[in-house]
């Protein structure tokens, strides 16, 4: 069993995964791809960075996008903590950890906290950002698939066991983990909001960020992002999908953005996690595609991901045994 006991009472309260930052070369065709095939909102731009969020969501921004030359990069993995106290908790914690955060001024932010975790993922803790409208209801503004909010990060570690670890370490739980048949961890989904992901780590070269995902409130509006992509010329950019996953039984797509940054628009949580009965569920490799549908996805899914600044990603030695769509097409014997 390769999932630690859970800890309820971690030594500072994060509650969710909260926003993301990544480097684009075009801040102009970056704001377009988002605006229309997402439909996020532009709370604001200054300083060469674009700030959006979800219509449902108050706090300012939950993706910023900064323009650099020196190629795109995920810059931090933003979590939010509950209140300032428990910042404060946190930046004593990692710095018992050996760790050496620093408090950074962010716009749009309250007091700010930089950490790199021990997998080399570049952490932004927050406890509060400047609060602005809830565009939930004004559907006069709704565009493309309506991204309601900021929901999961998928990461790819070398070493899933030990980001699961170092997690559990902070209060996360596991709603679902991938195991070998030798028992090594392939994956671990992990959560700290009332649904079963917030933080999904999947042993690959890494670190790097594989996707970030938004909430979309339905088919309907997940098909319409991919016409949107279609229309303005991003059709390839529909990388995988739309699906639906095995784990929670929901609807999925994934896109890449100009720069070539992982998305997806996945379909509300399926089931709460609040309570102890929740157990961790085992999965394998193989058994991961149960009552999935579809073409299995590009080798381009499994082997491309997001960067972070100035760190050298590393191989795993856990063998995912993921099928790819290659894979699956060369294998596949056409009758004519
Ligand atoms: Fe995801």
Excluded at 3 to 8: A, G, K, L, S
Excluded at 75 to 85: A, C, M, N, P, Y
Excluded at 265 to 293: F, R
């Amino acid at each position: 069993m390769p999932i630690p006991d859970p800890v309820h009472y971690p030594p500072f309260n994060i509650t969710r995964a909260g926003h993301v930052r990544v480097t684009v070369r075009d801040l102009d065709a970056a704001r377009d791809f988002y605006t229309s095939v997402y439909g996020l909102i532009v709370s604001d731009e200054a300083d060469g960075a674009l700030y959006l969020r979800g219509v449902e969501e108050v706090c300012h921004h939950s993706l910023v996008l900064t323009a650099a030359g020196d190629g795109p990069l995920c810059e931090r993995i933003g979590l939010r903590v509950q209140t300032e106290e428990e910042l404060d908790k946190a930046h004593d914690w990692f710095c018992g950890e050996g760790l050496g955060p620093a408090w950074v001024e962010q716009p749009w932010q309250g007091r700010t906290l930089h950490v790199t975790d021990p997998c080399g993922v570049p952490l932004e803790l927050c406890a509060s950002m400047t609060a602005v409208p809830r565009l939930g209801s004004a559907v006069d503004r709704h565009r493309g698939g309506v991204a309601l909010r900021f929901d999961h990060f998928q990461i790819l570690v070398p070493d899933a066991q030990a980001a699961c670890d170092f997690y559990t370490r902070l209060g996360f739980r596991v709603s679902d983990y991938v195991e070998t048949p030798d028992g090594a961890l392939v994956a671990a989904f992990m959560y700290r909001k009332d649904i079963p992901w917030d933080l999904v780590f999947f042993a690959a070269k890494g670190p790097r960020m594989h996707h970030f995902a938004y909430i979309t409130p339905n088919a309907v509006d997940m098909f319409r992002a991919c016409d949107i992509a279609g229309i303005r010329g991003y059709g390839e950019a529909v990388e995988r999908g739309p699906g639906r996953h095995s784990m929670g039984h929901v609807q999925y797509v994934y896109f890449r953005d100009p720069d070539g940054h992982r998305s997806e628009l996945v379909l509300d949580a399926p089931h709460h996690m609040t309570d102890l009965e929740n157990e961790p569920v085992q999965w394998t490799p193989a058994s991961i595609g149960e009552k999935a549908w579809g073409l299995p996805a590009q080798r381009a899914w499994f082997l491309e991901a997001s960067r972070f600044p100035g760190v050298e990603p590393v191989e795993t030695s856990v063998a995912r045994g993921a099928l790819t769509l290659e894979d699956y097409l060369s294998a596949r014997t056409v009758v004519a």
